[in-house]
């Protein structure tokens, strides 16, 4: 009998409201002194995780890998690295995780391998090989150029020529991440096999790196120019509207495939990351229903400095996509600045208030929760590609994967004191370690922990419908929710402006009509917002959640 015969979970909507926990394995914690963090190491610390109230964890890839793109190459879908350890390891974390009432996600980069993955060294050999076609190739143009413009996230062209097939390969990342040829049945098949591998070893689910990007246009049409005032002069992909080499009508039916797989593990989830340049629609449809993907993020939000009307304006265009969609919403993560630096280290706590009162599910990321600004790393530091690549346009995404600070020591207690760690711990960190924190009772840790308690307990919050306050109804820099369950409703206010803006005045008649009265709820680290009457006070920086009687 398999485990997905054994398996019963009657709660399989867990995730729909859930709170996801990304933890990057390289930077979490390093059991075995080597400076780099593996999953012995964060096995050893799920307890500080468990203690947040969250509902699950996501792993970034552990897979045998030669780290190009540190672990986003995959050599081998089924392996772990010995650098994060063995299978056995793996296994060990997801009893203890699932011990400690936390569900298990893992990543899944199945759009593109490593260069170093065998069925890449097959298909290279030559043109009638069994994986031949495994891969997206193409020959040359009669001028030896690639076949079309198509360009690399990463800079340069996405095409990398082969003497010996004499062709190019695809690859929308680094030349030595080439492109699954997913027209292929036999590779939609392989991947989905590797899916019920990782299910069968007991995963609740799994994280789809750039899910979009699993099908090609086959006739290899060129992308057409981006609108000038959309290019980021600094990275060459964006020049283009990437319309061709990405976001093809067959993913819908492939990711039905997944979702039919997953219906097979109770329980089980799926969250995608969609990147491109028109991530909402494409968010929407990916989610749309109950045949797809259960939730997905795109980088709208991540990309967020806190400002009222622009995160009025990222919910209203997801919110006309259609209700039977379901978001996962992050502010931060390994690709994107951290969040208390784009809004600001004074508006961390403000930043996940915000957060926590939105519809969909969310997604922390590791230090998010003590407040962790990004790193400043010297060019001679970074490790990202991206940054090496396109510094100093692009610093890349390094300042946001510096490792943990655990306590305020050398190395922030993620290594030994003699070993340099594979990233340098950032200074400014270590008087944020757990370990200081844990010691107040005030800090923003113990409030994140009361905050996430807060929405967890609240059913309007994790599970209820969601309506925007128009911005033309609330004061300048004032964002606004409602949030209802039935009769149940909560309204959700962010005073969003700079220390030096205006305090806003709220006529609570005029936003919540026929209320016979309302109640503040205590929000951790919030002082309490000020009534005159009926009207409503709020400081820039303050939040509020009133229930509605």
Same mark, same amino acid.
Request: hydrophobic share 40%.
């Given at each position: 009998?398999?485990?997905?015969?054994?398996?019963?979970?009657?709660?399989?909507?867990?995730?729909?409201?859930?709170?996801?926990?990304?933890?990057?394995?390289?930077?979490?914690?390093?059991?075995?002194?080597?400076?780099?963090?593996?999953?012995?190491?964060?096995?050893?610390?799920?307890?500080?995780?468990?203690?947040?109230?969250?509902?699950?964890?996501?792993?970034?890839?552990?897979?045998?890998?030669?780290?190009?793109?540190?672990?986003?190459?995959?050599?081998? &879908?089924?392996?772990? /690295?010995?650098?994060?350890?063995?299978?056995?390891?793996?296994?060990?974390?997801?009893?203890?995780?699932?011990?400690?009432?936390?569900?298990?996600?893992?990543?899944?980069?199945? @759009? $593109?391998?490593?260069?170093?993955?065998?069925?890449?060294?097959?298909?290279?050999?030559?043109?009638?090989?069994?994986?031949?076609?495994? &891969?997206?190739?193409?020959?040359?143009?009669?001028? *030896?150029?690639?076949?079309?413009?198509?360009?690399?996230?990463?800079?340069?062209?996405?095409?990398?020529?082969?003497?010996?097939?004499?062709?190019?390969?695809? $690859?929308?990342?680094?030349?030595?991440?080439?492109?699954?040829?997913?027209?292929?049945? /036999?590779?939609?098949?392989?991947?989905?096999?590797?899916?019920?591998?990782?299910?069968?070893?007991?995963?609740?689910?799994?994280?789809?790196?750039?899910?979009? &990007?699993?099908?090609?246009?086959?006739?290899?049409?060129?992308?057409?120019?981006?609108?000038?005032?959309?290019? $980021?002069? +600094?990275?060459?992909?964006?020049?283009?509207?990437?319309?061709?080499?990405?976001?093809?009508?067959?993913?819908?039916?492939?990711?039905?495939?997944?979702?039919?797989?997953?219906?097979?593990?109770?329980?089980?989830?799926?969250?995608?990351?969609?990147?491109?340049?028109?991530?909402?629609?494409?968010?929407?449809?990916?989610?749309? *229903?109950?045949?797809?993907?259960?939730?997905?993020?795109?980088?709208?939000?991540?990309?967020?400095?806190?400002?009222?009307?622009?995160?009025? *304006?990222?919910?209203?265009?997801?919110?006309?996509?259609? /209700?039977?969609?379901?978001?996962?919403?992050? #502010?931060?993560?390994?690709?994107?600045?951290?969040?208390?630096? @784009?809004?600001?280290?004074?508006?961390?706590?403000?930043?996940?208030?915000?957060?926590? @009162?939105?519809?969909?599910?969310?997604?922390?990321?590791?230090?998010?929760?003590?407040?962790?600004?990004?790193?400043?790393?010297?060019?001679?530091?970074?490790?990202?590609?991206?940054?090496?690549?396109?510094?100093?346009?692009?610093?890349?995404?390094?300042?946001?994967?510096?490792?943990?600070?655990?306590?305020?020591?050398?190395?922030?207690?993620?290594?030994?004191?003699?070993?340099?760690?594979?990233?340098?711990?950032?200074?400014? $960190?270590?008087?944020?370690?757990?370990?200081?924190?844990?010691?107040?009772?005030?800090?923003?840790?113990?409030?994140?922990?009361?905050?996430?308690?807060?929405?967890?307990?609240?059913?309007?919050?994790?599970?209820?419908?969601?309506?925007?306050?128009?911005?033309?109804?609330?004061?300048?820099?004032?964002?606004?929710?409602?949030?209802?369950? +039935?009769?149940?409703?909560?309204?959700?206010?962010?005073?969003? %402006?700079?220390?030096?803006?205006?305090? %806003?005045?709220?006529? #609570? /008649?005029?936003?919540?009509?026929?209320?016979?009265?309302?109640?503040?709820?205590?929000?951790?680290?919030?002082?309490?917002?000020?009534?005159?009457?009926?009207?409503?006070?709020?400081?820039?920086?303050?939040?509020?959640?009133?229930?509605?009687?």
């Amino acid at each position: 009998m398999t485990l997905s015969q054994l398996r019963q979970d009657t709660q399989h909507d867990w995730w729909r409201g859930a709170t996801i926990y990304q933890i990057y394995p390289r930077s979490f914690m390093d059991a075995n002194g080597d400076g780099i963090g593996d999953l012995a190491g964060i096995t050893g610390k799920l307890e500080h995780v468990a203690s947040l109230g969250v509902d699950a964890i996501w792993l970034s890839p552990f897979f045998t890998s030669p780290m190009k793109d540190f672990g986003y190459d995959v050599a081998d &879908y089924r392996g772990v /690295d010995p650098m994060f350890g063995t299978l056995d390891d793996f296994r060990a974390l997801v009893d203890r995780a699932h011990a400690l009432g936390l569900r298990v996600i893992i990543d899944q980069v199945l @759009s $593109h391998s490593s260069d170093r993955h065998a069925w890449f060294q097959e298909s290279r050999q030559d043109r009638t090989n069994p994986k031949a076609d495994w &891969y997206v190739w193409a020959d040359p143009k009669p001028d *030896g150029t690639p076949p079309n413009n198509w360009m690399a996230a990463f800079s340069g062209r996405a095409w990398t020529f082969d003497a010996r097939r004499r062709q190019y390969y695809l $690859h929308n990342f680094l030349p030595s991440q080439p492109d699954l040829n997913f027209h292929h049945p /036999d590779v939609r098949k392989a991947q989905l096999d590797n899916l019920r591998f990782w299910l069968e070893l007991g995963v609740d689910g799994f994280r789809f790196d750039v899910v979009n &990007y699993y099908f090609h246009d086959p006739a290899l049409t060129d992308n057409p120019p981006m609108p000038r005032e959309w290019v $980021h002069p +600094g990275n060459p992909q964006s020049y283009q509207l990437q319309r061709h080499n990405i976001e093809q009508p067959e993913n819908l039916a492939f990711l039905e495939r997944i979702r039919t797989l997953l219906d097979e593990y109770p329980g089980a989830t799926t969250v995608g990351e969609i990147a491109g340049n028109d991530q909402l629609p494409t968010m929407a449809a990916y989610t749309q *229903g109950d045949k797809r993907l259960h939730m997905a993020y795109t980088f709208d939000l991540l990309d967020s400095t806190g400002d009222a009307a622009e995160l009025h *304006g990222v919910l209203a265009r997801f919110g006309e996509l259609g /209700d039977d969609t379901w978001p996962c919403w992050a #502010l931060s993560n390994h690709d994107v600045e951290r969040s208390a630096t @784009s809004w600001g280290e004074e508006r961390a706590l403000l930043a996940l208030t915000v957060l926590c @009162s939105l519809r969909g599910s969310l997604c922390l990321y590791q230090g998010e929760e003590f407040g962790l600004p990004e790193a400043e790393l010297a060019y001679a530091d970074l490790q990202d590609p991206f940054g090496i690549n396109l510094w100093p346009e692009v610093k890349g995404r390094d300042g946001c994967r510096t490792p943990m600070v655990w306590e305020d020591a050398p190395n922030g207690g993620f290594c030994p004191e003699d070993v340099a760690p594979w990233l340098p711990v950032f200074e400014r $960190h270590l008087p944020l370690a757990v370990t200081r924190q844990e010691a107040d009772s005030d800090s923003l840790l113990a409030r994140v922990r009361q905050l996430l308690a807060l929405r967890g307990a609240s059913e309007v919050l994790r599970q209820g419908e969601q309506q925007l306050i128009a911005p033309e109804a609330l004061p300048e820099g004032v964002f606004g929710v409602l949030r209802h369950d +039935g009769e149940r409703r909560l309204l959700c206010l962010a005073h969003l %402006g700079q220390a030096t803006s205006e305090r %806003g005045k709220l006529g #609570l /008649d005029a936003l919540i009509a026929g209320a016979e009265g309302w109640s503040s709820l205590a929000l951790p680290g919030m002082a309490t917002p000020q009534l005159e009457g009926r009207q409503l006070i709020m400081e820039p920086g303050q939040a509020a959640w009133l229930s509605i009687v």
